[in-house]
């Protein structure tokens, strides 16, 4: 079967990829669609370690083909996004309902796939860029059929991040005021997030001023160019500032963006080793700076949730979608997403 699979030095669309069957507890999903996020390119810049050969993709949509013993939540034939949280659903973080925190989820990727007698990695415990993947069970979850595939891929990670970081991590109230640095992928996520929490002031900053229009739609009451600009809307400065960046010049940016109370939510990579400066007085008016791993999801709960907004004409997915690509274009793709020509490649299999 065909995949995208990065080696340690280049990518390639191979047509030699083999999955196993799932075990007990899995399931085996064929991929219909799957986003190209910037995680994924993280990983062949080096910016996210990880071993190779390792079939890349991570947010996918797709119809279950099989199931292994024990599943009963989904069935072949059933839609569904998958996550890339493989949690294991016993622990004391996965019980107190943080999924995000599960050890059992993060730094043990497994290698379910092969070329000839050569075991190949797993990116994320997903590898959406695969025709067919296996995942755990939980990861797949349910979505209802008239949901086009195209956008339910973008659910299990930019929507799942972006929304969530919003409500989830940040809990933005009714009347709060908003700064997302970014306005890629993630950011108009955490844009419509904001719009969907009853945020009052949206500004949107990006250096890119052919991006005011969609960051618009998603919900910026203002945008600008430059971050320089942020006090004359919000002379006190914001009560949430989102960097979707990852870089460590925009971090302090954002923590000297707050007023007081504030906290800055940091969602964007930077490279591993990255630190970054801040003055230390800066933050003893109740201000806080907050990691935020995946959204802080409930992927169960959050996608069914996203789902039925998206049917409710409430969340946009669609809009989302700015090119489609059949696999063996994903060259393509990814220029286009490292140019930033587009706010997220699609592709199809």
Known sequence: MRGVVFDGRRVRVVDDLAVRDPGPGEVLVAVAAAGLCHSDLSVVDGTIPFPVPVVLGHEGAGVVAAVGAGVTHVAPGDHVALSTLANCGTCAECDRGRPTMCRQAIGRPGRPFTRGAE?????????????????????????????????????????????????????VDRGDSVVVIGAGGIGLNVLQGARLA??????????DPAKEALARQFGATDFLTSAEGVRGILPTGADHVFECVGRVDLIRRAIDLLDRHGQAVLLGVPPATAEASFLVSSLFLDKAILGCRYGSARPQRDVALYAGLYRRGRLMLDELVSAVYPVEDFEKARTDAEAGRVARAVLTF
């Open 119 to 171: 075991p190949v990695y797993q990116f994320a415990a997903n590898s959406a860029f695969a025709e067919r993947t296996v995942v755990k069970a939980v990861q797949a979850v349910r979505i209802p059929d008239d949901i086009p595939l195209t956008s339910a891929a973008l659910i299990g990670c930019g929507v799942l991040t972006g929304v969530g970081a919003v409500l989830n991590r940040a809990r």
């Open 198 to 207: 009853g945020a009052l002031a949206v500004v949107a900053v990006d250096a």
